[in-house]
Nanobody, 121 residues
Framework: QVHLVESGGGLVQAGGSLRLSCAAS????????VGWFRQAPGKEREFVAV????????YYADSVKGRFTISRENAKNTVYLQMNSLKFEDTAVYYC??????????????WGQGTQVTVSS
């Protein structure tokens, strides 16, 4: 069992930056692919970025490519999402999801509770 806790959300002006953290307990994340997903009001949850369980390969949604960076710090059992040049349309609840020996792009075995990101225009 993996317990995930997101943090780092908040209110930021357009063009600003935030760094989200996804801290895990229960198991080491090094054998899990970990992804970030988001859900805006009235919309379905969508994929944002993922770091694979093998070679730490990273993949991004086109809408965030070049602005967001996903990374992992195994010593802290944490995965980060650095978000730069934020836009109003990035406003959503951000969730991290982890899958054992898989790279989650639509669903995950374990989910955090989410953290709200609000970008003011």
């Amino acid at each position: 069992q993996v317990h995930l806790v997101e943090s780092g959300g908040g209110l930021v002006q357009a063009g600003g930056s935030l760094r989200l953290s996804c801290a895990a307990s229960g198991r080491t994340l090094s054998t899990y692919g970990v992804g970030w997903f988001r859900q805006a009001p009235g919309k379905e949850r969508e994929f944002v970025a993922v770091v694979s369980w093998i070679n730490d390969n990273t993949y991004y949604a086109d809408s965030v490519k070049g602005r967001f960076t996903i990374s992992r710090e195994n010593a802290k059992n944490t995965v980060y999402l650095q978000m730069n040049s934020l836009k109003f349309e990035d406003t959503a609840v951000y969730y991290c999801g982890a899958s054992y020996y898989k790279t989650p792009r639509s669903s995950a075995d374990y989910w955090g509770q989410g953290t709200q990101v609000t970008v003011s225009s």
